[in-house]
């Protein structure tokens, strides 16, 4: 069996420079062989998105570059979006927000198509909405100046590409710590990511690597050994103990299935 490989982009990912994050993505999706399709549902500008997106890839030597635009549920019928997801080496979602994602795909024969295609080794990646969809639960607001509150943030069933785990994105430009310990602290059974901008979590099974320039946060409640939310009323503010924060920088990894960080040896 195949690898099943993501990228989870944090937003804002470098399209000028080195490009360090999509050139992963091209080279993961077989280089200057790819067949990339930018799936865009959740944004509210579309040809400016795609025209960007489409400047990055060939210039990262990508000369097969498609497009499918859902904006209906009729849409996911397309047999000509269904033939670009079967020929696709790559599919990127692009930013917006990730309710659009859900309520439009979920649930659909496009989705399980999708999904086949990703079981199977076809490289999925996604920025902002694109990536906050890829969890099984996901954040759809919350306020980035609160401290932990009861019932603060609103969470709701994302796309599952990732297993037990809680994505936010624009993380540490946003000052997301404090909505995503919240939602943690509601859903401890998931593990909380926050990936900055200009920064992805490159995950081949159960394995994650950062990639980028910023950091990632992993919020793990699952070892709490006190938690006052059960009894709170909403708006008060939270009591958590023995709540684990890991950061990681580029190239660190983190093994999702036995939530610990993985110590790599580097040659001298």
């Known amino acids: 069996m195949p690898s099943k490989r993501l990228l989870a982009i944090g937003g804002h990912e470098d399209k000028e420079g080195d490009c360090t994050i999509l050139r992963e993505f091209v080279r993961l999706s077989r280089g200057e062989n790819a067949r990339i399709l930018l799936m865009t549902l959740a944004s509210g500008t579309v040809g400016e998105t795609v025209a960007e997106y489409r400047k990055v890839f060939r210039r990262l030597g990508v000369d097969s570059v498609s497009v499918f635009d859902v904006r209906t549920r009729e849409d996911t019928k397309s047999p000509k979006g ?35 295609r990703f079981e199977r080794g076809v490289v999925i990646a996604g920025t902002s909405a694109g990536a906050s969809m890829m969890s099984n639960s996901m954040l759809l607001s919350g306020n980035s100046e609160d401290s932990p509150r009861f019932g603060s943030v609103e969470i709701g069933p994302g796309m599952d590409f ?107």
């Open 82 to 116: 269904m033939e670009a997801i079967e020929n696709a080496t790559g599919i990127f979602f692009t930013g917006g927000n990730q309710l659009d994602i859900t309520a439009l795909l979920g649930g659909t024969e496009m989705a399980r198509v999708i999904k086949k």
């Open 162 to 268: 990732i297993i037990g785990t809680m994505i936010d994105t624009h993380f540490s430009q946003r000052g997301r710590y404090g909505r995503l310990i919240t939602a943690v602290a509601h859903y401890p059974q998931d593990i909380g990511i926050g990936i900055d901008e200009d920064t992805a979590i490159l995950v081949e099974d159960d394995q994650m690597r950062v990639i980028g320039s910023g950091t990632v946060v992993i919020i793990d409640g699952g070892g709490l050994t006190h938690t006052n939310l059960n009894h709170l009323e909403h708006g008060k503010p939270l009591e958590l103990h023995n709540l684990i924060i890991h950061t990681l920088p580029a190239d660190a990894c983190y093994d999702i299935s036995k939530r610990q960080p993985l110590l790599l040896q580097h040659s001298r």
